[in-house]
């Protein structure tokens, strides 16, 4: 019995549409890049390149004014740093410019790597679709998740480039795999892998496993393993040749990262539901063909994610994407793949529902280009501000002087240039961290004498202090301007 195929023009408009949709969420991404909201780790990435464009060599701390590596200064880094020495361009332009090209790397990423699964034409549109909506019905956002309202906060930060060249790393081994590639492919891949892993950890990591399953699923001949070999070779003496940071030191990373990637296991099915779907999809997959390169992707992922959580080693779960990933793609292939009419149907329908509800859940990040007060109330209920910056201190701080403020606004102040006294994020290089955070809490406490405050000021050479009201006020400092929040910058007065 012959299965009825939908007609060229049943074909042309069933792709136009998710295509169309593709474009719109492009478009909605290009416009937040224009403004660029600031939340979570930009002021990171912020200081890195400052720091950089000082001292391409010797950059030191991005945070603190000490001499230590960072695994922020990374080739990526580097790169914009070097954008942002020779064209002195301030530092939120060029991050908005490394935002188009992690954009630009991601969006011609999934459709290479969808292409080696599908040549539907519209099967890349549909698996961006899904990688930005096949979440859940809470707001989930973290870096190196795709989904839309977490790709619009870091848009411009390392992972998004590292995932972009993951989905061009993917489809570059499938075909050197499938076709039989010579050395300098090889070798090439090498190299990205270990680009990949020095960009961004994490999302390295997610590579890795993708890479692994492409592998396992092409089952290569013999030949071909042993330039597999030499490549990853390769790759590692990439890694150890780095010479801004020891990669292989970061595996030793103190129990703060675990503790900060707890919150990654709870409210599974709220951040992650609707991708069940495509777990649906991969044991349809997992039936037709018992080496599925997707269903092996997944699994890696699940074990992987599956041993944090049980080890306690809870930033593991930043290997999340590699299950969520291979599932929603899943999802997408199987409404193209599907042979008789019914099934192809009744999958559309699923996920063209399943991506609503993602769509709508996500909907505030119109919020990021549209002032909230044009919004339809039910839209800006779901807008959440971003964080308004330090840019107000920047007339009195200067490049490199040292700013006395709690956790919350050390993540902001050393993107203008100045540093703190403790770091806003846990440091795996910097060995007096502890010391730091604890001299931040004495200072700041209610109880402290005007005597310790003033001790600990001339020990970190401490020139400003950021607080809301009057608790160090009188203590050795004056106010000279208000910020936001009732914020107020002091100037430390030399006794």
Known sequence: MRTARPSGATA?????????????????????IVRLPWVGDLGMHAATIERLRHSLLHPGNPLVDA??????????????????????????????????????????????YVRTLSAHRAAPALALLCLVFL???????????????????????????????????????????????GWGVW????????????????????????????????RPRRELLGRLAVGVVLG????????????????????????????????????FGLALLGVVALALRWRRNRWDPLVIFFGLGVAVVAAGGASGHYSWGRALPAALIPAQFAAALEVVSATRRGVRTAWACALGLALAVGAWTQVGTVGYVVERGVLPEA????????WAGYGWITPWVRYGDVVMARTFPS????????????????????????????????????????????????????RWVVDTGDVVSGAGVRAVTRGPGGQVLYEVVPR
């Not at 042309?12 to 937040?32: F, I, M, N, S, Y």
């Not at 956002?141 to 870091?154: D, K, M, P, Q, Y």
């Not at 595996?251 to 919150?263: K, P, Q, V, W």
């Open 187 to 218: 070798l090439g891949l090498g190299v990205l892998w270990a680009v990949i892993l020095l960009v961004h950890q994490f999302s390295g990591v997610v590579a890795s496993l993708g890479a692994l399953a492409t592998v396992i699923a092409a």
């Open 135 to 181: 979440w859940g019905p809470v707001l989930f956002e973290w870096s190196g998740f795709l989904g839309l309202n977490s790709l619009a906060l870091t848009v411009s930060y390392p992972s998004v480039l590292a995932l972009g060249l993951s989905f061009h790393f993917w489809a570059w081994l499938a075909r050197a795999l499938r076709d039989g590639a």
């Open 67 to 112: 001499d230590t590596p960072s695994p922020y200064y990374s080739p990526w880094m580097l790169v914009l740093g070097s954008v942002a020495k020779v064209t002195g361009w301030p530092v939120f332009a060029v991050l908005r410019v490394g935002a188009l090209v992690g954009l630009g790397l991601f969006v011609t990423g999934v459709w290479r």
């Open 411 to 462: 993540r902001q102040i050393p993107a203008y240039g100045a540093y703190t006294v403790a770091p806003g994020y846990p440091d795996v290089f910097l060995s007096d961290a502890g010391r730091r955070d604890a001299a931040v809490r004495r200072y700041f406490a209610g109880g402290t004498s005007e005597g310790v405050r003033r001790g600990i000021l001339r020990e970190y050479g401490v």
């Open 236 to 271: 590692l003496v990439v890694l150890w040749a780095w010479p801004y940071y020891d990669f292989f030191a970061l595996f030793s990373a103190g129990t703060d990262l675990e503790a900060i990637h707890r919150s990654l296991y709870r409210h599974l099915l709220g951040h």
């Open 12 to 32: 042309r408009a069933g792709g136009a549409l998710p295509q169309a949709a593709a474009a719109l969420v492009l478009l909605l991404l290009l416009l937040v």
């Open 379 to 386: 839209v800006a209920a779901k807008y959440r501000p971003p």
